[in-house]
């Protein structure tokens, strides 16, 4: 079926402005061929069924709308207080000078740029391979812009237990930045990695991680998105899942006009476990997108979703989460939970939960729910002394523990909590 002129037109004023990076074979083809892809689907328009929600304009238009840069003030950066290896991109290029020696035992981390360079590489089984497989049934024409043209990112393969966890550093110095970076990370068998995602990174921001978890291995990700109110992203996690393997990602949201963010996972392996959450606070101009895709194709995995979004003044939550279990995968265990606590009127939450099942031995539940906040507890806590304000954080901190529970080191999660509670205290100052 030929494209919509509107599509055609926009696709091409945007791939006009961008220049195709140069490589070695293997990279070279997969960008090819991403771009081949992109050019049969063309960029999201607002008809597409998964962006009726969300207006992809911003993201795709040529040039990116300018953000305005974020001043820090005295608060630290996530995860400053955690024994962790820096890698730091600044304006979307890797920072030699303000990241840690890369190298670390059982792991191997090398530059995107850099191994584009050569003519055969371990990530050439990678690189665009999920990206790929996740473009069925649901097309993900931003990830396939991702894959053509990406210069940079970060490539970890891991053979042993890393040591300490890997700590993704965003930063920019630019208002007009247009940053599109790709990862793509191994674990072999056995193998176990902690991946902490942090940093304004860009005005308008592209990325791409391609996970692949062989058996018994566990992928774990911690990804904190806020500071920057201007900038505008897109990100995509795609993963597939060995035998017995584990893989478990956590996203907190607490700034940004316009926000995407894409799961797509497969557990291919009998016995998998994967479990995807996100905690959302948003005041005002803010648009926050989680769009969730897991396909159950082997027996006896486990998936949960949830995701939490407190919203006010008008800011806008979305979900669209969707749990596929293809024939044969008996004894799955899927779960998935959408809630939003609207603080007003004008606030606004969509939720498209789905569920697609060909086995007849499983257990599967979606539910989503939009409220305010409990009147009963509230008055609980004001008939205690607790301030007004005061009480209403408290129920707001209470509401998104469900998904803070689904990080696994504990250490993350109270330092997550604590950083929710002073932007809390900072909007109710």
Not at 47 to 61: A, I, M, N, V
Request: contains cysteine; aromatic residues 6%; hydrophobic residues 45%.
């Amino acid at each position: 079926m030929a494209l919509p002129q509107i599509k055609v037109d926009a696709t091409e004023a945007r791939l006009a402005a961008l220049t195709r990076p140069e490589g070695g074979a293997w990279v070279s083809a997969a960008r090819g061929d991403a771009l081949a892809r992109l050019g049969a689907m063309g960029l999201p328009g607002r008809r597409d069924e998964y962006w009726k929600y969300t207006r992809p304009d911003s993201l795709t238009q040529p040039d990116a709308p300018q953000a305005a840069l974020f001043e820090a003030g005295a608060e630290a950066p996530p995860f400053d207080d955690i024994d962790r290896l820096r890698v730091v991109f600044v304006d979307g290029v890797f920072d030699a000078g303000a990241s840690d020696d890369l190298s670390m035992a059982g792991v191997e981390i090398e530059r995107l740029a850099d191994a584009a360079r050569s003519d055969i590489h371990w990530a050439r089984d990678l690189f665009g391979v999920l990206e790929v497989r996740g473009q069925s049934p649901v097309e993900r024409p931003l990830a396939a812009l991702n894959t053509a043209f990406a210069a940079d990112g970060i490539l970890i393969r891991v053979t042993g237990r890393a040591t300490r966890p890997i700590n993704l550093i965003y930063l920019r110095k630019s208002d007009a930045s247009d940053v599109i970076l790709h990862h793509c990370i191994r674990l072999e068998e056995g193998a176990d990695l902690t991946v902490l995602e942090n940093g304004p990174a860009a005005a308008r921001f592209n990325k791409v991680m391609e996970v692949d978890v062989a058996d018994g291995a566990a992928f774990h990700h911690v990804c904190a998105q806020g500071r920057d109110h201007e900038r505008r992203a897109a990100t995509h996690i795609f993963a597939r899942l060995g035998r017995e393997s584990t893989f478990k990602s956590f996203t907190v949201t607490v700034n940004g006009q316009l926000t995407r963010n894409e799961c797509v996972v497969e557990l291919t392996g009998d016995d998998a476990v994967a479990h995807v959450a996100g905690s959302v606070l948003g005041d005002g101009d803010f648009l926050h997108d989680d769009t969730v895709f897991i396909t159950h194709d082997a027996m006896r995995c486990e998936s949960r979703q949830v995701f939490k979004k407190v919203l006010r003044n008008g800011a806008t939550g979305v979900f669209q989460g969707k749990i596929l279990v293809k024939a044969g995968a008996q004894k799955t265990d899927g779960y998935q939970i959408s809630q939003s606590l609207l603080l007003d009127e004008d606030a606004q939450f969509f939720a498209k939960p789905e569920l697609e099942i060909y086995a007849d031995d499983v257990q599967c539940s979606h539910g989503s729910t939009s409220g305010a906040i409990d009147e009963k507890a509230m008055f609980y806590l004001r008939s205690r002394g607790v301030p007004l304000a005061e009480a209403q954080d408290l129920l707001v901190l209470a509401f998104l523990a469900e998904a803070i529970d689904e990080i696994e080191d504990e250490a993350i999660a109270a330092d997550i909590l604590t950083r929710l509670e002073a932007w809390l205290s900072r909007r109710r100052g």
